[in-house]
């Protein structure tokens, strides 16, 4: 599971005021947008806007927003705004960090654009055209193809939500799941390279980028797939993926892993996403007894991202949470484990037997 906080660089808007020239009155702006939204006034909308402004991408902003919940725009640091938003129906508030940038004349300061902030993750309604597709415990948000995720997205919210893992697994009312059209709109959300997730089908985090919201209702949990690791993945294979997936969601609860506990989260979520497959358990298990003896300590952090050692890293957590989950006071062991840099699990005997 990832939390990723985007990193607050200096930025300079469109708009340096002269003596000859109105200063941006940012907090008005942000109202009138917020006021055009809730009355479904496009035209009031536009008038936010410079007439230079390119009308294509205001209009597509548009749309993106008549469809979730744009709850508040304030200013952040270095001339940014804070937004806070959310789908509908959404437990928690998500945050990001925009940069407005202004043309200006002698009577006022209206929108020229608005852009992401520099390193910093880009809310996905600001990337491309987007569609929201809701079911009853899950929302898929954004430009890429969204009913080619809708079976896996449904099933395996049904699953995680019947799977007894000693109460840890508590997921929220309804799960968003955003699937960006490109590699570029990925990258956007991510505020990195595509490159970086090279093989990773999604990714699991906190959506609190921006900073905690105004609002004082926690971030929640989105899972965001890559496009470009997903594209050929069948429905087996996407069902598996958030299966994990949302697993990491139900367990975000817990907080980020400590240093060194890794194993601990994507453990409990290999762990689940076996149960809902046979065949992939006993492809686990083979990879232990191909490793014997397997070691006796957990992977690091590192070995999760290591194309040589993560296939192992995977099947030994699954195996040690196995363990751990059917034990006394399971609850409490693996929440401490999860938490406490450094601990050890008792597993008392090896995970595999080997011949």
């Not at 709850?71 to 270095?78: K, M, R, T, Y």
């Not at 437990?91 to 925009?98: E, F, K, P, S, W």
């Not at 019947?162 to 109460?167: I, K, M, P, R, V």
């Not at 089908?201 to 919201?213: C, E």
């Amino acid at each position: 599971m990832l939390a990723v906080a985007g990193v607050l660089l200096s930025v300079v808007t469109g708009c340096s005021a002269t003596a000859s020239q109105a200063s941006p009155d940012t907090a008005t702006t942000a109202g009138h947008i917020l006021a055009a939204l809730s009355a479904a006034d496009e035209a009031a909308f536009d008038r936010v806007f410079a007439t230079s402004a390119d009308a294509a991408r205001v209009g597509l902003w548009w749309d993106n927003l008549r469809q979730i919940e744009l709850l508040s725009i304030v200013d952040g640091a270095g001339g940014s705004w804070q937004i806070g938003w959310r789908v509908p129906g959404e437990q928690g508030v998500a945050t990001n960090l925009i940069v407005p940038q202004w043309q200006c004349d002698a009577q006022q300061c209206l929108l020229g654009d608005i852009e992401q902030r520099p390193d910093s993750p880009a809310p996905i309604w600001l990337t491309e055209a987007i569609s929201v597709e809701q079911d009853e415990a899950v929302t898929l948000i954004g430009g890429g193809d969204l009913d080619s995720w809708r079976q896996a997205a449904e099933q395996s919210a049904e699953f995680v939500r019947s799977t007894e893992a000693a109460g840890l697994i508590r997921p929220s009312s309804r799960q968003v799941i955003e699937v960006p059209g490109n590699s570029q709109a990925f990258e956007q959300v991510m505020a990195a390279s595509a490159f970086d997730f090279i093989g990773t089908g999604a990714i699991t985090w906190t959506a609190d980028s921006g900073g905690p919201g105004p609002t004082g209702q926690p971030a929640p949990a989105r899972i965001v797939i890559n496009p470009d690791a997903t594209s050929d993945a069948g429905t087996e294979s996407r069902y598996l993926l958030l299966v994990h997936e949302q697993t990491h969601a139900a367990t975000n609860w817990l907080g980020h892993p400590a240093a060194g506990q890794l194993w601990v989260s994507e453990g409990l979520a290999e762990w689940v996403m076996l149960q809902a497959s046979p065949q992939a358990q006993q492809g686990s298990t083979q990879t232990l007894i191909d490793a014997c003896p397997a070691a006796s300590t957990p992977p690091a952090d590192a070995d999760f991202t290591d194309p040589d050692d993560l296939e192992l890293a995977y099947a030994w957590s699954a195996a040690a949470l196995d363990r751990l989950i059917t034990g006394r006071d399971a609850a409490s062991t693996i929440s401490t484990l999860w938490q406490t840099p450094g601990a050890q699990p008792d597993l008392e005997s090896p995970l595999v037997a080997c011949g």
